[in-house]
């Protein structure tokens, strides 16, 4: 959580600056006209998201979004009215993020020509090569697709593993079928 505060603080600091900008962005508005964010803000799930609302520097839930193929949990893009700034939540892992995104940049509601994004997530590191703060460029991203992991050091003594598929209880348990 600390961690988590820490991220979220610089990435208020980074939007206050941009939000000093004038916000009138032609072509902002309008039914017509394509919305042309000058921040995307992308979350990757619902706590991240929400931290976003209810703050006095901006307020990303004037102006709703429904793009078509967004995850059904998130269907919305959520705008300051003028459309300066957005935000979104991608849902977790990489797949989400990877057609979540795919969608966005796709889609005609749109100009992201002069967009910067801030990904404001949390992110964990091993204490021995990084403290908060710290910035790091990964060289390789293992996708072990969507499970929920215990810290070896954690888990039940019966457990062969840490790793429990999403709502499953054990490891080697198949979710049930909703
Ligand atoms: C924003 O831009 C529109 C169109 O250019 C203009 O009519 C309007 O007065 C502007 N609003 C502000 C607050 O500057
Ligand atoms: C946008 O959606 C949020 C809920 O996600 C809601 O609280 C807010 O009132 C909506 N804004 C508009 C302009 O409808």
Same mark, same amino acid.
């Given at each position: 959580?600390?961690?988590? +505060?820490?991220?979220?603080?610089?990435a208020?600091?980074?939007i206050?600056?941009?939000?000093?900008?004038?916000?009138?962005?032609?072509?902002?508005?309008?039914?017509?006209?394509?919305?042309?964010p000058?921040v995307f803000i992308i979350d990757?799930?619902?706590?991240e998201g929400?931290?976003w609302?209810?703050? @006095?520097?901006?307020?990303v839930?004037?102006?709703?979004?429904?793009? @078509?193929?967004?995850?059904?949990?998130?269907?919305?893009?959520h705008?300051?009215?003028?459309?300066?700034i957005c935000q979104l939540v991608?849902?977790?892992?990489?797949?989400?993020?990877?057609?979540?995104?795919?969608?966005?940049?796709?889609?005609?509601?749109?100009?992201?020509?002069?967009?910067?994004f801030l990904i404001a997530?949390?992110? +964990?590191?091993?204490?021995?090569?990084?403290?908060?703060?710290?910035?790091?460029?990964?060289?390789?991203?293992?996708?072990?697709?969507?499970?929920?992991?215990?810290?070896?050091?954690?888990?039940?003594?019966?457990?062969?593993? +840490?790793?429990?598929?999403? +709502?499953?209880?054990?490891?080697?348990?198949?979710?049930?079928?909703?």
């Amino acid at each position: 959580m600390l961690a988590f +505060g820490f991220l979220l603080g610089l990435a208020l600091a980074r939007i206050a600056t941009v939000g000093a900008l004038p916000t009138n962005t032609s072509g902002g508005l309008g039914s017509r006209s394509k919305i042309a964010p000058k921040v995307f803000i992308i979350d990757l799930f619902n706590e991240e998201g929400s931290s976003w609302f209810g703050i @006095p520097e901006f307020n990303v839930l004037e102006r709703n979004v429904t793009v @078509p193929g967004f995850s059904p949990l998130f269907p919305e893009a959520h705008c300051t009215q003028d459309g300066a700034i957005c935000q979104l939540v991608t849902g977790e892992a990489e797949i989400n993020a990877a057609s979540t995104i795919t969608t966005l940049v796709h889609s005609s509601l749109f100009d992201l020509t002069r967009t910067y994004f801030l990904i404001a997530g949390i992110a +964990g590191i091993n204490p021995k090569v990084g403290t908060i703060g710290s910035v790091t460029f990964a060289r390789y991203a293992v996708q072990v697709g969507l499970q929920y992991e215990f810290d070896a050091r954690e888990k039940p003594v019966e457990f062969p593993t +840490g790793y429990v598929p999403q +709502g499953a209880f054990a490891p080697d348990q198949f979710p049930p079928i909703l």
